[in-house]
């Protein structure tokens, strides 16, 4: 019980999110039937050359085949974007969805952390739809930025939405050890995950509209730290000559607006899947050097070292998914960046790597990822977190079974010579057995984590 009473330290943190909401329309796949539907126009061996061409956009049915076929056999996250047009658009819109969701990293986020009672939540969004501005939480912390002659009023999202385009998103939620036949190969998929259709509307560009901007430094001083993401939605050209570079430096100058007036603002910033290698290779670089701490699963740590020339240690974490092969991949990042923190959440643990000489201690850090993980493991059991008092289904669900094995790993490691400078926090994760969905629960995770992490530090600073 103790361990939930942590929410009560967020009340004192005020928080402002950037930059991506939109309704996640959810499919469930249960069993062999579901994934029949979904095959039956396409032989089994033109998916399989699709997914040995592994097409990084959706452009047809067959795109979307075969990707989601690939990422149910590795059992991983993934998010491909869609190119919309008329045939794949029809295919998608004629499938039948189970529910419809906030989605976006500060949809989710902004949810939950207003349900754990944060003293102030500003969250903002290029497009705010009324059908989007109606799923957030209807409470007081909760709040949009608008500007009012001249002025920043801080007003809920159902006094701030405009007549923008609805952004939806596909979930095809897949349950663990369903099986099918590709030719003669038998597929079951090793564990629950979800596979994002993410929709990428021409006209949403990531930034923060120019009558907002020169207020980033006020709203900075609200608030004590911020979540930046979303970032994965940004294309390299756009039909109006505007390039990635130009919304990368956007991004860029947004973190240093907000802290601009408040050193002391703690910048997360959350990765997502970017299937654009080049893409993900610019956005590491532009931004991450930008934050303080970062949050990522295991395919997009792998995916991310891959582009910056770790080859190897990529393909060795998707292949063996080793714990020693992320701390390395983590240090890096780290380093390179001059990271404070580095959080890499996979389905086993959630683990911090930070430099030693921080102020706060491991019991401390270690509440954090507990916290972190009773989030999850409730979200993954209901869906989504309605109270407090249903973290207490969360926290009835054990720690999972490699749980010691992996602290005594993380022990014997930290004793390396390599690895002297560093501190690592190891939670093992709460794995539900059979979750009711599992999209967000990394963005539950790392906004957990984080916001746990600030309010520790303000509580050493008050002292
Ligand atoms: N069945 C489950 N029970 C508890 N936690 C889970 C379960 N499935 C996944 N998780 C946790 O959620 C994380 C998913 O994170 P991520 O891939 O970033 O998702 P998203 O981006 O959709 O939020 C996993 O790394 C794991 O820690
Ligand atoms: O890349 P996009 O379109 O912003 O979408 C991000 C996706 O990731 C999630 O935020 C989950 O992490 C989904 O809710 C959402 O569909
Ligand atoms: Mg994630």
């Not at 799923?135 to 999202?157: A, D, H, R, S």
């Amino acid at each position: 019980m103790e361990i939930i009473n942590h929410f009560k330290d967020f009340s004192n943190v005020s928080i402002f999110l950037a930059y991506n909401v939109n309704v996640d329309a959810l499919k469930y796949l249960t069993d062999l039937s579901d994934i029949e539907e979904l095959k039956e126009n396409f032989s089994d061996s033109e998916i399989k050359t699709k997914i040995e061409e592994y097409p990084r956009t959706i452009e047809k049915p067959i795109d979307f085949v075969a990707r989601l076929i690939h990422a149910m056999k590795s059992g991983k996250p993934a998010e491909v974007p869609l190119k919309n047009n008329l045939e794949i658009d029809t295919f998608l819109n004629r499938l039948t969805y189970n529910e419809e969701r906030i989605g976006g990293q500060v949809g989710i986020i902004s949810n939950l952390l207003s349900i754990l009672n944060l003293k102030k939540i500003i969250f903002y969004s290029p497009i705010l739809a009324k059908k989007q501005a109606e799923m957030f939480e209807n409470n007081e912390n909760l709040v949009f930025p608008n500007i009012t002659n001249g002025k920043l009023v801080l007003k809920k999202p159902i006094e701030s939405f405009k007549n923008d385009e609805l952004k939806i998103n596909r979930i095809f939620e897949y349950k663990e050890d369903i099986e099918f036949y590709l030719e003669n190969e038998k597929i079951t998929t090793p564990q629950s995950n979800r596979f994002i259709v993410a929709s990428r509307p021409e006209n949403l560009r990531i930034e923060i509209k120019d009558e907002l901007k020169s207020h980033l430094p006020e709203i900075g001083q609200l608030v004590d730290c911020a979540i930046i993401s979303g970032v994965q939605a940004i294309k390299e050209e756009y039909s109006d000559g505007k390039t990635s570079e130009y919304y990368l430096n956007k991004v860029k100058e947004d973190i240093k607006s907000l802290k601009k007036e408040n050193k002391d603002l703690k910048v997360h910033f959350e990765f997502a899947s970017i299937q654009n290698t080049e893409m993900r290779k610019k956005i590491a670089e532009s931004i991450l050097p930008e934050v303080d701490c970062v949050g990522m699963d295991e395919t997009e740590i792998a995916n991310i070292i891959h582009v910056l020339g770790y080859e190897e240690l990529s393909e060795g974490i998707l292949k063996h998914s080793k714990i020693e092969d992320v701390l390395k991949a983590s240090k890096i990042l780290l380093e390179k960046y001059n990271l404070e923190g580095m959080q890499v959440h996979t389905m086993y643990y959630i683990m911090y790597l930070c430099k030693k000489g921080g102020i706060l201690s491991d019991e401390s850090l270690e509440k954090t990822l507990e916290f972190a993980t009773v989030l999850a493991s409730t979200k993954a059991a209901l869906g989504q977190i309605s109270s407090i008092e249903d973290l207490k289904t969360g926290l009835k669900i054990p720690h999972n079974k490699h749980g010691e094995l992996l602290k005594e790993i993380v022990e014997n490691i930290s004793k390396e010579k390599e690895l002297g400078g560093y501190k690592i926090i190891l939670v093992p994760s709460r794995i539900v057995e059979n979750p009711k969905s599992t999209v967000g629960l990394g963005d539950t995770i790392s906004a957990g984590a984080f916001v746990g992490y600030v309010s520790e530090l303000k509580k050493l600073k008050n002292k």
